[in-house]
Structure formats: structure tokens, C-alpha cells
């Protein structure tokens, strides 16, 4: 059985594999380390772009792929019929999290703003809003998005959930617009899927309510970038944004000079420590994998 990881360092990350289980580095960049239709499981570079998918026409006896990320959008449409794709769900959950909330307390609390004048050697105070007391909708109630909730209710925001199924404690997606009004922070963290593309477009966005902070810390086609622009231009919004459409933002583009926006270039789980995060399932996969189990976090309905 032959297995193509993505990263030298991952080798140490797998633990103990059978002994007929084969593991070759190739990253996505480099020549084929071997003949790639020998591969059974491939685990491709994290957070792989489009272009990265190219070597699955030449991998004919591939049969699962395990992904690094949580996203598995790029995947669903290419992945041929009878390879099982599976996600990293819940390995990025904690420092996903941390970007999402320290984005919200840095919009409401300004700390873009201070950041501009100390680099103009300006001391001016400025007075803020602040979360606290605030109300909160997550749009996305998986693990990330309960993870956001929880401690955003640890710093006193009355949260909100909405989620593609209703359950318990979770609004289903098609009362969104309607709770809009309500939120002074509405925060974007669900999958990219042909039924989320675009849900954040101009209409959306006009039941927010006024001085409504949204955050986006799962996918840029989620959210329609012209009407975001208008209305975080006219300030009536503000947004803080881990990922954009186009992405990478291009250096003119007019999403970077609004005072109301906070960017940061998809840096939520650029953190130390995302390697061994991001190889935690690989191993365990790979011995259900050699051993006829079923694997975990199976990709399905395009999540």
C-alpha cells in the first residue's frame, strides 16, 4: 500500500504504520517521487488551491484522500467516483476560533485604528463600542462556530446560532434574514457549498443592522465583495475579513483603504503548531485505511 503525504516533518507526525504501508513525500511542487498511479491514500498540501487537484487524473488506483484542512471545496467537484475524501474537521477548531473572536474584539474595540496612529507616533485617544453586551449571530454552528459562541458568551454577548439543520439551541439557515436586524455582530463560519456561495449578498447584507460588524472567517465566495464595499464604504457596516474574493486581494482592490475594514490574508490557523495539528488524523486514517475500517470525517454534501 502506497501513501504520498505532503510534508517531510510528517513522516515523524504519522506513529506506527503497518509494515506494507509505504509513505513518500510529495508536495504538490516538486517531480512525483514514484509512479502516482500506485497510490492508494494521498494526503495533498494544506490548504491546496485548484491547481493542486492536477494529480488525480494520473493517480488511477488512488482510493482515499485525507485532507489537512477543514475546506474541502476545491475537492468535492474533481474527486473521481469511488475515492473517499475526508477533511480535517475539528483539527483547526481552537486557533480558528482565536482569529475569529480576536477579530471581533478588535474591530469593536479599534485596535486597527490605534495600530494606523502609532505608526504616525500619535497618542489620541478614541472611544470604541465594545462586545460586551452585545448580540451575536454565527452563521455556522459546527465545531468552530460553537467553539466562537462559547467564548464569546464567556465575555458577555447574548448568542445566536443558525445552521443548515435546525436542532436545539440552532436557528435553521432560512430564518437568517429574518434575525439579521437583531445582531450587532453577525459572524460567517460555514462551508463553501453551491448553497452558501454568495448567501452574503446585497440584500443580506441590508438587514444587518446599522454599525453591525461581520466577520468572515470561513470562505470569501460566501460573501458578495461589491456589496460589501458599498455599504461598509458608506458606513453603515464594518467588517473584519480572514478571506476575501478575489483571494489574494490584489493590491488596488478597494476593500483595503475602507476605515471600516479589517484584513488579515488568511492567516486564522497560520499559527505555530498547525503541522502537528494538521497531521493529529493522518496517522489513525492510514491504519483504518490499511486495516478495512471506515475512515472518519468522510466529505459529504460537499462538507
Known amino acids: 500500500m502506497k501513501v504520498w503525504i505532503a510534508h517531510e516533518a510528517g513522516r515523524a507526525l504519522l506513529g506506527p504504520l503497518p509494515a506494507d504501508v509505504e509513505v513518500e513525500v510529495y508536495d504538490g511542487k516538486s517531480d512525483y517521487p514514484s509512479d502516482p498511479a500506485a497510490v492508494d491514500f494521498w494526503v495533498p498540501p494544506f490548504l491546496a488551491q485548484s491547481k493542486v487537484t492536477t494529480p488525480l487524473r494520473d493517480m488511477t488506483s488512488l482510493k482515499a484522500i485525507q485532507l489537512l484542512s477543514a475546506g474541502a471545496e476545491v475537492w468535492v467537484p474533481v474527486v473521481p467516483p469511488g475515492v473517499t475524501l475526508c477533511d480535517a474537521r475539528g483539527v483547526h477548531t481552537g486557533v480558528t476560533a482565536e482569529w475569529t473572536v480576536g477579530a471581533v474584539i478588535a474591530s469593536m474595540r479599534g485596535f486597527d485604528l490605534f495600530a494606523r496612529q502609532q505608526t504616525r507616533h500619535e497618542w489620541r485617544v478614541e472611544w470604541t463600542t465594545t462586545a460586551v453586551g452585545k448580540r451575536a449571530l454565527i452563521v455556522g454552528a459546527g465545531d468552530i462556530g460553537e467553539k466562537v459562541a462559547e467564548v464569546l458568551t464567556v465575555l458577555g454577548v447574548e448568542v445566536e446560532k443558525v445552521a443548515r439543520r435546525e436542532r436545539p439551541g440552532v436557528?435553521?439557515?432560512?430564518?437568517?434574514?429574518?434575525?439579521?436586524?437583531?445582531?450587532?455582530?453577525?459572524?460567517?463560519?460555514?462551508?463553501?457549498?453551491?448553497?452558501?456561495?454568495?448567501?452574503?449578498?446585497?440584500?443580506?447584507?441590508?438587514?444587518?443592522?446599522?454599525?453591525?460588524?461581520?466577520?468572515?472567517?470561513?470562505?470569501g465566495p460566501i460573501v458578495d465583495t461589491d456589496a460589501l464595499v458599498a455599504e461598509v464604504a458608506s458606513g453603515r457596516l464594518r467588517c473584519a475579513l480572514d478571506v476575501v474574493d478575489p483571494e489574494p486581494l490584489p493590491a488596488g482592490h478597494p476593500l483595503w483603504d475602507l476605515?471600516?475594514?479589517?484584513?488579515?490574508?488568511?492567516?486564522?490557523a497560520s499559527v505555530d503548531g498547525t503541522l502537528d495539528r494538521a497531521y493529529a488524523p493522518v496517522g489513525p486514517q492510514i491504519r483504518r485505511f490499511a486495516a478495512g475500517q471506515p475512515l472518519e470525517n468522510v466529505v459529504a454534501d460537499g462538507y
Open 171 to 219: 436557528h435553521p439557515i432560512a430564518a437568517v434574514e429574518t434575525l439579521l436586524p437583531e445582531f450587532d455582530i453577525v459572524v460567517l463560519i460555514l462551508p463553501l457549498t453551491d448553497a452558501t456561495r454568495g448567501l452574503v449578498d446585497a440584500k443580506f447584507l441590508s438587514r444587518m443592522k446599522d454599525g453591525a460588524l461581520l466577520v468572515n472567517a470561513a470562505r
Open 259 to 268: 476605515e471600516g475594514a479589517l484584513i488579515t490574508p488568511h492567516a486564522g
